[in-house]
């Protein structure tokens, strides 16, 4: 007979931990994109399979401190034979990674993630009506995986303090406003010159204009906004941005040093955009892919911290991890029942390498006589 079946646990992590899989990033393409448009697709090779795998089981660690009776508050979204998912769950996946809070605000992605817990829901039940989940090597992956959340949370405390102390120190950083644009290429110098290699397919040129032909297509669009007043209108009409164009040409929130845009070169418009006032619209503004015209749309306002704490902490991981673990090496005992498992002396955290050994002047053959 099958053992019994525990007591419904509302929307416990550690079952579906693995419903989450590969987060895929943002989604850019030659032109710009908001930071909520998000490329939903599956594995389409082996080795992005095995990616995907490897994620499941990492999002799987990161569930498992949530594991056991705990229930999470909201409205009920799913039941799964009798037991419930919640909105105060899926709230949690968005803090357990940033990039899972992003897919779930795009409709694509939270179906996506609701298809997942599903799959993996059930796929527990089935596990549970068979036993294995006393099964003593599902146990033991169970306690390994606990380790290593209780590991990283050393590291997380440590962030977490370090990433509020940049926060308050780096305050500019975090100002933000909303701004939209009309975009006018201009066409590349060798881009009808380029070839592709022989069998090798690459997409087409964007299309361009000259730098004479797209200046008069931008003062043109701004004349018509100075008319009507609609920027959106006029975006829509002569933006040649495929990703903004359909949204009015809103770029989204961006703060002074934001990346999707200094990638490409346009801190001018970075720049201008933080000296101008809401609704005020610029001068074509050339950058080396065309000409700009931008507007204020919302005011500069400070990202909160809890909204900004996960990207301070990506950026800050890797040094405190590095920094945390020279620490602890430094007043560890450790030692090595066959010197050949000890790892090879490293330099100190933060120390030089040392140089490289002076070349060597060959020796002169006699000549032969």
Do not use: W
Request: contains cysteine; glycine residues 6%.
């Amino acid at each position: 007979m099958a053992p019994q079946r525990p007591p419904s646990r509302q929307s416990n992590p550690g079952r579906i931990g693995m419903a989450i899989g590969k987060q895929h990033p943002f989604k850019f393409s030659h032109h710009l994109t908001r930071e909520t448009d998000i490329a939903i697709k599956p594995p389409s090779s082996k080795g992005e399979t095995m990616y995907r795998k490897i994620g499941i089981t990492i999002m799987c660690c990161a569930m498992l401190t949530a594991c056991g009776d705990k229930t999470y508050p909201g409205k009920t979204i799913i039941t799964i034979n009798g037991d419930k998912i919640t909105e105060g769950y899926m709230d949690f996946l968005g803090s357990v990674n940033p990039r899972i809070k992003a897919q779930l605000s795009n409709p694509m992605g939270r179906k996506q993630i609701i298809d997942n817990i599903i799959e993996q829901e059930l796929f527990y039940q089935a596990a549970v009506k068979k036993g294995l989940d006393h099964d003593p090597q599902v146990k033991e992956k169970a306690d390994l995986y606990r380790r290593v959340i209780v590991a990283q949370s050393y590291v997380e405390k440590q962030l977490e303090d370090d990433a509020k102390k940049y926060y308050a120190d780096h305050q500019s950083d975090f100002e933000k406003l909303r701004m939209s644009q009309i975009f006018i290429p201009i066409k590349s110098a060798d881009s009808s010159n380029a070839k592709s290699p022989k069998g090798v397919k690459t997409p087409p040129a964007p299309k361009g204009h000259s730098d004479a032909e797209a200046l008069a297509l931008a003062k043109k669009a701004r004349a018509e906004i100075t008319t009507s007043e609609d920027f959106a209108k006029v975006a829509k009409e002569y933006s040649e941005d495929p990703i903004t164009k359909a949204n009015g040409g809103d770029l989204g929130e961006v703060s002074k040093t934001e990346q999707r845009m200094v990638r490409r070169g346009y801190e001018p418009l970075l720049d201008k955009a933080f000296s101008m006032k809401v609704g005020e619209v610029s001068e074509p503004i050339k950058t080396s892919d065309g000409y700009h015209i931008i507007v204020v749309t919302r005011g500069v306002e400070v990202e909160p911290f809890d909204s900004a704490k996960q990207g301070i902490m990506f950026r800050l991981q890797s040094d405190i991890r590095n920094k945390l673990l020279a620490d602890l090496k430094k007043d560890a005992k450790i030692t090595f029942a066959d010197e050949k498992d000890a790892p090879k002396a490293a330099a100190p955290f933060g120390a030089s390498p040392p140089p490289p050994p002076p070349a060597q002047t060959p020796t002169p053959t006699p000549d032969k006589k």
